[in-house]
């Protein structure tokens, strides 16, 4: 029997119930369902991770749709009780979509969504930070402080990396590992190396370009080149950040094997998907090699840490936080409501899931669309013509 759990209730006349399972920033996205006729229910509940039981209680006997997080396990379990309760939509608010097990949503005709594009900037930036901070050693140096150990200027005090024509190497240059390419290529002169399954041609055409025109400055021109394999970017990068998805073929991507192959002094960043590195063996790694640094932002189960990793000084660890810029959190809210709104609606999905912006002016009314539908072709649904 399913426990109750706190709601708070938004419109409550409104024709189609849409639940989400955490408050969420802003309130566009509140306002855009209830314009469009949607009792709105917040899970307002104190504990961070719900369980499979707590989104049944929220399901209950009448849903529309739900909007929902990446810390819940969206399986047939779940489908299977919206799909009885009416329900045709589940978002995601988030772009990665690991927690979602696709094939259920797709035997009950649930179509999914997610919030691409406009967590794209946000999440390159935290990388970038957390590569400067690691390259250059700012928490140590910050807890240094704190701790009153500052007796002054020494030679040899927190001495890191200069990043200046150095090799930056991005492992899945799709969105966000192309934004962090640029950031990196573009503020700090770095060359590019990078894996993917995919040419990025607008990604190399953006570092020729620059290299282009640091040349005619009379400077050295940034390079770039694809590499056939992950272990060429592990060799040759000094900074090496990771954004792929997380499935089958990215599980453990970097483990014991890969970390030996990287330089010794390099430096890993990981804002994908904990589980892409194996963070047992990142934990040995970091402790025989104190040169090498890293910065993460996700952790293999979260959220906990592997053993050992919160006593590492050569990592720097922040709380899943790559997406917190207020802008982003409260676009992906809209973007998530709009999912689920659309499928409610009926309207077709929006043609290009990489060109989110029309959704996101708060000045106009969005389109008559779901902004992105990860099982539309499975599902067979119409799309936008815009
Ligand atoms: N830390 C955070 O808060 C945060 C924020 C946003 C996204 N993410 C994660 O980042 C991921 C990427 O987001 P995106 O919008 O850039 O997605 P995207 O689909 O644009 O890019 C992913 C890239 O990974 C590549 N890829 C897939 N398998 C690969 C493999 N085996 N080897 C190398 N490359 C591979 C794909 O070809 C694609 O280019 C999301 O799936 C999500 O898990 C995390
Ligand atoms: O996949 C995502 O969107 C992140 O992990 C949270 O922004």
Not at 231 to 245: F, G, Q
Not at 312 to 321: D, L
């Amino acid at each position: 029997m399913a426990k109750p759990v706190q709601i708070e209730v938004w419109n409550p006349n409104g024709k189609y119930r849409v639940v989400s399972t955490k408050p969420m920033p802003g309130t566009r996205w509140i306002n855009l369902l209830i314009q469009q006729d949607c009792r709105v229910e917040i899970c307002t509940e104190k504990k961070t991770i719900l369980s499979v039981e707590d989104i049944l209680a929220l399901i209950g006997d009448k849903c529309d749709g739900v909007i929902g997080q990446l810390t819940e396990d969206w399986g047939e379990v779940l489908f299977s009780a919206l799909s009885r309760a009416g329900g045709k939509a589940f978002s995601n608010m988030a772009v990665g979509y690991n927690n979602v097990d696709v094939n259920a949503a797709n035997k009950y005709g649930v179509a999914v969504g997610n919030t691409p594009g406009v967590l794209t900037e946000t999440t390159a930036e935290l990388a970038a930070s957390l590569s400067l901070a690691a390259a250059r050693r700012i928490v140590e140096a910050d807890e240094f402080m704190r701790a009153g150990r500052y007796d002054g200027w020494l030679p040899n005090l927190f001495v890191g990396n200069l990043l200046k024509g150095q090799t930056v190497g991005v492992i899945g240059a799709g969105r966000i590992g192309s934004a962090y390419a640029r950031m990196m290529v573009e503020g700090f002169k770095m060359n590019l190396i990078y894996f993917d399954l995919y040419q990025s041609t607008r990604l190399e055409k953006f570092v020729t370009a620059y290299g282009e025109f640091l040349k005619a400055n009379g400077e050295a021109p940034v390079t770039w080149r694809r590499a056939s394999s992950m272990d060429e970017v592990l060799r040759e990068a000094d900074v090496i950040s990771l954004h792929p998805v997380l499935d089958k073929t990215t599980f453990h991507l970097v483990n014991k094997e890969s970390l030996k192959a990287m330089k010794k002094d390099a430096i890993l960043i990981n804002c994908s998907r904990g589980p892409v590195i194996d963070e047992a063996a990142l934990v040995d790694h970091l402790r025989e090699n104190p040169m090498f640094r890293v910065g993460l932002d996700v952790f293999e189960d979260e959220p906990y840490m592997k053993p050992g990793l919160a006593d590492m000084k050569n990592a720097i660890i922040v709380p899943h936080i790559a997406s917190a810029s207020k802008w982003t959190r409260e676009g992906m809210a809209t973007l998530a409501a709009l999912n689920v709104l659309g499928k409610i609606k009926g309207y077709p999905v929006w043609s290009d899931p990489n060109r989110v912006e029309p959704f996101l002016d708060e000045n106009v009314s969005p389109p008559a669309a779901s902004p992105s539908i990860v099982n539309a072709k499975a599902l067979e649904l119409p799309t936008s013509k815009l």
